[in-house]
């Protein structure tokens, strides 16, 4: 009797409210289980306009062998289960069991997930706080932002001016001699692709690899940890909450966003004298910090930074090495390190969008056009591109984090030779 007012209740109850014309609640399926069945709150999805949402609501669905209709997602069970969750909590920045922060940042970008709009992508990795925005965009103004960012990224490069200054000098004795193709108003640059890293790395797998990309990030971050204790807005010696904020503030403000290492990326001086007081001072520190957050996670013996300064000045008094102070080392260098995964791979994949394979006979596409008339802006003209010219010419790699650790090998990415002689020629 129960049984059969449970039936009749069912029956009785109001329909589901819909979404888009389709029930609230719906089954997607998963690439590495492709019988198994997850329910989506699509009202969750409608509220991101996300990738998905807009395959449910446009799409046929497919039937189950149990008579359940399904979309398929296109994601591994992993990867649904952290974007969902990330949804849940309102757009925050989530990478669950299973997946890597890169994966995520990935799946955000092809599910139309923006990151680092709605506050602090990185304060989430303290607290939750809302770190990842939607906005409704089209890939040509997508492709339009990223070539005034890379203008940007150029104009403030300290790295690629410093060469075009040493192409007019002799190497000063013992100094490393100039090894990039370039001339007083002139350089290539390569735009390279991603680094390839397919271990799921923890903060503490990546110290001890320690890759290019990290440790270069976790070094600009230093030198950014550097100007802010310098400038009083944050205490050299803290290493807490608060310490984090303030530098994923500074670093989420900075107008070159996840690019904001460039201005901090310059040539080794192998000499005295030819750094100022300030920068010989900043790159000590860096290269402190980065050896204190490496070791920190047991990513190495902590050493000696290696360039020739007496004393950083901004070197805290020793610490007691008591339980609460390595505690909060560890939760703040293990921020680092995943902060510094998450920004390194930050960038938009300039190597594809820039690449020649659908180029007409004049080597053009639309993104290049594009990146010609952000540069123009700026001072500085595209003279030509090549996609196999890395045995001809020596290029620097653009981000500079993503250059290939061995010096043998040529960056790999298209080829851009640039011209600053509207920059450099003022009169």
Known sequence: MRVATRKRARAEAPAAPLVDGRARRVFVNVIDEPERLV?????????????????????????????????????????????LRSLAMGGRFFAGEGVTHEQMLILYDHENLSLGNGGPLAAGL?????????RARSPVAELEQACELVGAALCGWNRIHQCM?????????????????CDPTRA???????????????????????PRFI????????????????????????????????????????????????????RRARCAGRESGDEEAGAAHAAAFASEMRHALGGGAQRQPEFAVERDPLDAPERTDSPEHRAR???????????????????????RMFAGACADEQ?????RKALAKALKRRG???????????????????????????????????????SFEGQRCRE
């Open 215 to 266: 440790s270069k990030t976790v070094a600009w971050i230093g030198m950014m940890h550097f100007r802010l204790a310098r400038d009083g807005r944050l205490d050299a010696a803290a290493r807490d909450e608060g310490a984090f904020r303030v530098l994923a503030s500074a670093v989420d403000n900075d107008p070159l966003g996840a690019l904001f290492g460039c201005r901090f990326d310059r």
């Open 165 to 181: 200054d040493a192409a007019v000098y002799r190497p000063a004795p013992g100094e490393a001699p100039l090894d990039v193709s």
């Open 380 to 418: 500085i003209a595209v003279l030509s591109w090549t996609d196999d010219g890395a045995d001809r010419v020596r290029p620097l790699a653009f981000p500079p984090h993503f250059a290939r650790h061995a010096r043998r090998a040529s960056p790999v990415g298209p080829i851009a030779l640039l």
């Open 329 to 351: 080392l560890l939760q703040f260098a293990n921020a680092i390190l995943t902060w510094s995964e998450i920004l390194a791979m930050s960038p938009p994949p300039f190597a």
């Open 188 to 210: 290539y640059v390569c735009f390279a692709p991603h680094p390839i890293d397919d271990e799921q790395a923890s903060a503490a797998r990546l110290a001890v690899r320690w």
């Open 39 to 83: 329910e989506v709150n699509l009202a969750v999805l409608a509220d991101f306009n996300t990738r998905l949402y807009n395959v449910v609501v446009h799409d046929p669905p497919d039937v189950h062998r149990d008579g359940r209709e399904f979309w398929h997602s296109d994601m591994l069970l992993a990867e649904l289960k952290s974007y």
């Open 126 to 134: 303290y607290a939750p706080v809302a770190a990842a925005g939607v």
């Open 363 to 367: 080597g053009r596409t639309f993104a």
